[in-house]
């Protein structure tokens, strides 16, 4: 028999239909390997009574004939993501210990469909970081880097390594900056960012509300076609989730992309841009121009600032977000001489080195005085980054980047610890998308020389998840990327 | 009438005032969640998930407070603006439990407004309204149960409030007085707050500064916060201009600063002042969109709109005669202007008047009810105006009627039957009483003849007296000149 | 546009948070770079842009008045540091 955790979702569906194996057999395989891989740092909470009971009740649907679409296929949640009755702690020190009392709406959607909860995964500290090292439980280690030397990318590094070690049929990631599609390309699995709003937030422990959004980790672009599909729809708790029909992603695989137009945006050849990874973008714009998409150059000239606007708006925004982790209610709590004393003592300990720096900047340009210089300020040339897309998307369908500029690299490299603009740089191609609130994914697109995976970015316009998916699927058959075993 | 001028030995110093007012929104369910508004409940039991702040929690907006919000702006004959935002103001409090409150800041939801205000000396005056804006209410912080503890109690945690901030239009505390006695009318009219001061429902800030006759622009002012009744808005208002006008004449300045009214000494005190300033940096609250109000939602709540005080007291004066006075008296209260239309509907509406402003106030003050528990109804007060405008009891007659009615809470008629209290119109019964009255007093009779007519009140109290008062005054006083000659 | 140590302590206690007394220096020096670095977007001209608040530009759903939340206060207070009689508790807040 084959090793069950070596299936993709939509394998194991099938094998689960045919009574091949049955639910709880995949779970305890999947239990086992998570178990066994427990090196990797990639979980915070196992939870495999809780995936077993799940198991056996999806295998009973299945029975009945009445499974769901994800019944009984093993999922790990990115630790951000509420879940009832399972501690969640955004690896945080100062949630190390809460227990929500309720589900966020894309895990509930996931529950209902079926899926098993393997455990909570590791992640930057309120997904502010880009290589898993800000999270209180430890860095992620990359499972490509032989000695285990290498992050795994963040702030879903925990999600996008256990989908790459086959610890978890797939995760949930949460992207606001490039949360999900960086650790993605570090990883070698694939990753999509659906539009702002596809995706309900409640539920979702806040970092920047107006460009927070989940979306799926998994081992192919179909996995995240079936996954996307269930986690996405309108939800009247979270205000700023679209009223959209949700297509079923799965029908776009496989289309034909003949006359497609696929942009290329002239400014995306930065100085730090890794030879290598300039060498696979190229060649992917190849690969998709034989199946007959035609390869147009586009202008993106605001992306260059979309770091420093990001720099302010993400953090503006978390620092009002993260008010409200003060010890009081819930969460730990340092007791001081009066009120203030504690919010000072339980924060500062609760609190790891750059949530503390984010919510700081984030308090200064909202302060008095500095308002316009610098958010206000960033909210406009936001606006200049919309204007961007929209402009090139006149002239093409999709977009296709680099994911990130370099392949994974060191945890604990000095020049990113002396200076967190060095570390921030590696966003450079996510954070403009998700400025913009376009869907975007990253595929794996090769091996670099030194062995570790590649990942390149495709753009759609607003909510046309669509064209993402069929580019995508083209791209992914001809990579023929192979998934680490 | 002119505003209140302070005078010293070498000036003379105006007041000026303005006023913001928090009124608590009359709705089922709080503004941002779907937890009661239900006043008295066990602590933190009308709270949801939203309200404690929980992680992941989002705001959704109920309809409701838009449409109270909206109709009070009519009520205000202010703007209403159809594009408005909201804002969070950050600061941390123990009954903050997000860390922040979901207020409108740049663009509320009510624009320029005015109210007119009457004055003692009969005279009126516009008070302009600056905006108003609708925002979420905090918990409660109760410091006296225990000596080194505070608790804290989140039922209030999210109730919505109006905010109402007037120009400095005030230059007499009295107007000011007037003022919250004419809002608080206004919203009781229209049902959007209860109103009640001594409740916090309705929560007052002063703004007071002073500034010499004829001087152009405002001198430096001071707020006071939560002042909880109209008498203690004169009086904070009245001493803080005497304040300082002390301070300025002694070669002072006045800083701006937020003082704490004293109910019981009258004076104003400086509350202790913050290591640093309150910096609320508002911005743009990233989990509301923008709120968005079509033609037909107002032209709904313009339906709904029913007549304000003004418009009712325009038509009390225009079309029932009633003088000014009266009119505002009995429109002052929405339940007196119901009760005195029931009563003066189909009749005199003077008389009817005169009947509430005399015996039947006297009769609520004396008794300390309102008038939904008045004994007499309005349709039986009603009535018994038209028994005397009928001649079937005299007006002295219906005094010991309404004494009766007030009891038992009968109609008039039943009484006057029962009681046997009717009129004695037949002019030849009374001409009996009358040719009785003049043979037993001769001496008067002669004195009357003999030029002393003003014995003629005598000779009529005679008469009534002897009939027991069932005489018909005017029959009486027609036959006793006609016999006196 | 630089921060000072007053700027920094300010900021600080704005957001709740201590920088300790050996560490004000370096939080000054590491915040002005960021601040320097993050001005670049004065390089582009934003005259008669319009802010983006966010991508999603729709108007505001609302919810009906009815009453379908809250009697819970045991979740609501599940995960409090300190509680009695059904309140949260917090050192004495000084006025």
């Given amino acids: ?485 | 009438m002119s505003g209140m001028i302070i005078e010293t030995a070498n000036n003379k110093w105006e007041v000026i005032c303005g006023l913001e007012i928090h009124c608590q929104i009359i709705s089922k369910s709080k503004m941002f969640s779907g937890a009661s508004t239900e006043f008295g409940a066990d602590a933190n039991e009308h709270v949801s998930f939203v309200d404690a702040g929980m992680p992941g929690m989002l705001p959704t907006l109920n309809k409701m407070c838009v449409r109270q919000a909206v109709k009070t702006g009519m009520g205000l004959n202010a703007a209403i603006n159809k594009y408005s935002e909201f804002s969070r103001k950050n600061y941390f409090y123990a009954d903050l439990p997000q860390g922040y409150q979901i207020t409108q800041f740049k663009y509320p939801i009510v624009g320029e407004g005015k109210v007119t205000i009457d004055l003692v000396d009969g005279s009126s005056k516009d008070i302009g309204i600056e905006r108003m804006h609708i925002e979420q209410d905090a918990g409660k912080s109760i410091h006296d149960m225990a000596p080194d503890k505070s608790f804290i109690d989140l039922n209030r945690a999210g109730v919505g409030l109006m905010e109402i901030v007037t120009k400095p239009d005030f230059r007499a505390p009295e107007e000011a007085g007037e003022f919250l006695r004419k809002l608080r009318s206004i919203v009781r009219y229209l049902g959007t707050c209860d109103g009640n001061m001594d409740e916090g429902s309705m929560r007052c800030d002063v703004n007071v500064s002073v500034r010499k006759v004829g001087e152009d622009g405002y001198r430096t002012r001071c707020e006071m916060k939560n002042v909880n009744s109209v008498k203690f808005v004169v009086q904070a208002i009245e001493n803080e201009a005497k304040r300082h006008v002390e301070v300025y004449e002694s070669g002072g300045q006045i800083a701006q600063e937020t003082r704490q009214f004293d109910p019981v000494s009258g004076q104003t005190k400086v509350m202790r002042k913050k290591e640093f300033a309150h910096d609320y940096r508002y911005f743009p609250e990233p989990d509301l969109p923008p709120l968005i109000l079509d033609d037909a939602f107002i032209e709904e709540v313009k339906k709904e709109m029913v007549e304000l005080p003004d418009a009712k007291k325009t038509r009390f004066v225009n079309e029932l005669g009633l003088t000014k006075y009266d009119a505002s008296v009995l429109c002052e209260n929405k339940e007196i202007a119901d009760f005195f239309e029931a009563a003066s509907q189909g009749r005199d509406a003077k008389k009817v008047a005169n009947w509430m402003m005399g015996d039947f106030f006297a009769m609520l003050n004396e008794k300390k009810i309102g008038i939904e528990e008045s004994p007499v109804s309005a349709e039986n007060l009603g009535k018994l105006v038209d028994l005397i405008s009928q001649n079937v009891i005299s007006g002295k007659i219906a005094k010991d009627v309404f004494v009766l009615m007030v009891e038992s809470g009968e109609n008039p008629e039943k009484i006057v039957e029962e009681k046997g209290l009717k009129q004695v119109t037949d002019s030849g019964a009374i001409e009996a009483i009358v040719e009785k009255v003049i043979a037993a007093n001769p001496a008067n009779v002669e004195a009357y003849r003999g030029g002393k007519t003003g014995l003629m009140g005598w000779f009529v109290g005679q008469v009534m007296k002897e009939s027991q008062g069932k005489a018909n005054p005017g029959v009486v006083n027609s036959l006793l000149k006609e016999k006196l000659g | 546009m630089a921060v000072d140590t007053e700027t920094v302590r300010r900021i600080a206690f704005l957001s709740r948070l201590k920088v300790e007394d050996d560490k004000i220096a370096a939080t000054e020096a590491e915040f002005n770079k960021i601040l320097n670095w993050v001005e670049q977007l004065n390089e582009v001209n934003t005259d008669d842009v319009e802010p983006l608040v966010s991508v999603n530009e729709t108007s505001l759903t609302l919810r009906e008045d009815e009453v379908t939340d809250g009697n819970k206060s045991a979740a609501i207070l599940a995960n409090a540091p300190q509680k009695e009689y059904g309140y949260f508790v917090v050192p004495k807040v000084v006025e």
């Fill in chain 1, 1 to 485: 028999m084959t090793d069950l955790t070596e299936l993709t979702i939509a394998e194991a569906r099938e094998g689960l239909k045919n009574k091949e194996f049955s639910a709880v057999e995949l779970n305890k395989a999947y239990i086992a390997a998570m178990e066994k891989k427990r090196e990797y740092n990639a979980y915070v909470s196992e939870t495999p009574e809780v995936a077993l009971e799940q198991a056996a009740a999806a295998d009973s649907r299945y029975r009945q004939g009445q499974a769901g679409d994800l019944d009984g296929i093993p999922l790990g949640i990115k630790d951000l993501f509420c879940t009832e009755n399972i501690r969640t702690t955004a690896c945080s020190k100062i949630l190390d210990n809460f227990i929500p009392p309720y589900e966020s709406t894309v895990t509930a959607h996931l529950k209902a469909s079926g899926a098993t909860c393997l455990g909570k995964l590791n992640m930057d500290e309120f997904a502010m970081g880009g290589s898993n090292e800000t999270s209180f439980f430890g860095p992620v280690k990359n499972p490509w880097s032989k000695d285990m030397a290498l992050v795994a990318g963040g702030s879903s590094g925990g999600s996008a390594a256990a989908v790459a070690a086959g610890i978890c049929a797939a995760a949930t990631g949460t992207d606001t900056g490039g949360s999900i599609r960086q650790p993605s390309a570090y990883c070698g699995v694939t990753g999509i960012k659906p539009s702002y709003g596809r995706c309900s937030r409640y539920g979702i422990m806040a970092f920047a509300s107006s460009l927070d959004q989940a979306g799926p980790i998994a081992k192919d672009v179909r996995d995240c076609a079936i996954l996307l599909r269930t986690m996405a729809g309108y939800d009247p708790k979270d205000s700023t989730s679209v009223n959209a029909a949700v297509p079923d992603f799965e029908k776009f695989l496989g289309a034909d992309i003949k006359g497609m137009k696929i942009g290329i945006p002239a400014e995306y050849r930065v100085d730090g841009l890794d030879k290598e990874v300039a060498a696979y973008w190229d060649k992917a714009a190849e690969m998709l121009k034989s199946r007959g998409a035609e390869v147009v150059e586009v202008s993106l000239p605001h992306t260059k600032y979309a770091l420093a606007a990001y720099y302010i708006i993400a953090p503006a925004e978390a620092s009002s977000n993260l008010a409200r982790y003060d010890g009081l209610r819930y969460g730990e709590r340092v007791n001081g001489r009066h009120l203030d004393d504690m919010y000072i003592n339980s924060r500062s300990q609760g609190f790891g080195k750059e949530v503390k720096r984010r919510i700081m900047i984030g308090t200064y340009v909202l302060s008095a005085g500095y308002y316009d210089a610098y958010y206000l300020k960033a909210q406009k040339v936001r606006r200049l980054i919309q204007q961007d897309f929209q402009q090139a998307f006149a002239k093409c369908d999709v977009i296709l980047s680099p994911t990130a500029p370099t392949a994974a690299f060191p945890i604990g490299d000095e020049n990113m610890r002396k200076d967190p603009i060095t570390m921030w740089l590696n966003d450079i191609y996510t954070v403009a998308v998700s400025l913009a609130g376009l869907p975007a994914m990253s595929l794996p697109i090769g091996l670099n020389s030194a062995g570790l995976p590649l990942g390149m970015q495709l753009i759609g316009r607003y909510l046309d998840e669509e064209s993402v998916f069929k580019a995508a699927a083209a791209l992914e058959k001809d990579a023929a990327f192979k998934r680490m075993k």
